[in-house]
């Protein structure tokens, strides 16, 4: 059974940092796409930025320039690297992986960001 794993997420105040780590674990991955996801409160889910399964980057224009995702492949693992945080930015953000047609979600982890 796929698993993932995240930590990283809490309290920040406005202009500081956060780091994200997510791992997938549970089984032999040919083609593991992996990425970030946020809930605001009272809101939809949405993307923060996401590895294609072409290896290229998507992100979101209201984290572009604060934000950097990075992985490690031979850890099954993506990063997010939160700069500049904003209280616009609290949200419950959500680890995905998809591998052969298949999405997966992590539990969520909470980032508060207070002015």
């Known amino acids: 059974q796929v698993q993932l794993v995240e930590s990283g997420g809490g309290l920040a105040q406005t202009g500081g940092s956060l780091r994200l780590s997510c791992k997938a674990s549970?089984?032999?991955?040919?083609?593991?796409?992996m990425g970030w996801y946020r809930q605001p409160p009272g809101k939809d889910r949405e993307l923060v930025a996401t590895?294609?399964?072409?290896?290229?980057?998507i992100d979101a224009d209201s984290v572009r320039g604060r934000f950097t995702i990075s992985r490690d492949v031979t850890l099954n693992a993506v990063y997010l690297q939160m700069n500049n945080l904003k209280p616009e930015d609290t949200a419950v953000y959500y680890c995905?992986?998809?591998?052969?047609?298949?999405?997966?979600w992590g539990q969520g982890t909470q980032v508060t960001v207070s002015s």
């Open positions: 995905k992986a998809q591998s052969a047609g298949i999405d997966y």
């Open positions: 549970g089984r032999e991955f040919s083609d593991l796409s």
């Open positions: 590895f294609t399964p072409g290896d290229n980057i």
